[in-house]
């Protein structure tokens, strides 16, 4: 379902997790719509400091074979979880694409780091927004073996991964509501 609304697109955007996933593949059309939404989002002095990686087909089972690897290497054994490894294999073969969330500090550093990370986060919500008005679900995932994602992907000095970004199709008829806490909250207004 397409959404036009931008109030409505907002507030439907949520977190839709790799078990939710249809077999239905999300369009390498698609993929490229959401990256170039991205591209759009506010940059202090155009640093432009999101970078993405699209992982698909074969890639994206040896990716779930790496981190889960990965996992397995640095987990010590009384934190070892089968549910947890058998968990991050199936977010890849469930995905129809995942998209690493990467970020180049600028080599001049010209502007404090915290702003090209707010920047690629806001080139991220722009994907998500894409997704949530065209009915696409996604979940934005930060675990601890992002630290090791240079053994898998080649990066660039100064680039760094922020992320997982999990695709797919779902079917629109499940519950997905969320809530907050009233905006009143959350404002102190000052005269």
């Avoid at 697109?9 to 949520?14: A, K, L, P």
């Avoid at 675990?143 to 199709?169: H, M, S, T, W």
């Avoid at 779902?170 to 005269?191: A, G």
Wanted: aromatic letters at 12%.
């Amino acid at each position: 379902m397409i959404k036009t609304d931008i109030n409505e697109i907002i507030r439907s955007r949520r977190s839709i997790f790799p078990v939710q996933y249809n077999d239905k593949p999300v369009s390498k059309a698609f993929i490229e719509a959401i990256l170039e939404n991205a591209n759009w989002a506010p940059t202090h002095r155009l640093t432009q400091p999101w970078r993405f990686k699209v992982v698909q087909g074969g890639a994206k089972d040896r990716f779930g074979t790496f981190l889960a690897d990965t996992y397995t290497d640095i987990t010590s054994d009384d934190d070892f979880s089968p549910f947890k490894h058998k968990k991050i294999l199936n977010n890849c073969k469930l995905a129809s694409a995942v998209i690493a969330i990467c970020m180049q500090r600028d080599p001049k550093e010209r502007i404090p780091e915290w702003e090209e990370i707010a920047s690629t986060a806001m080139a991220v919500q722009n994907m998500w927004l894409t997704c949530a008005a065209n009915g696409v679900g996604c979940y934005w995932s930060s675990p601890v073996l992002i630290k090791y994602i240079g053994d898998f992907f080649d990066l660039e000095e100064g680039e760094r991964c922020l992320g997982f970004f999990y695709l797919g199709n779902y079917n629109m008829d499940e519950d997905i509501s969320s809530k907050r806490d009233p905006m009143e909250s959350k404002i102190e207004w000052m005269s």
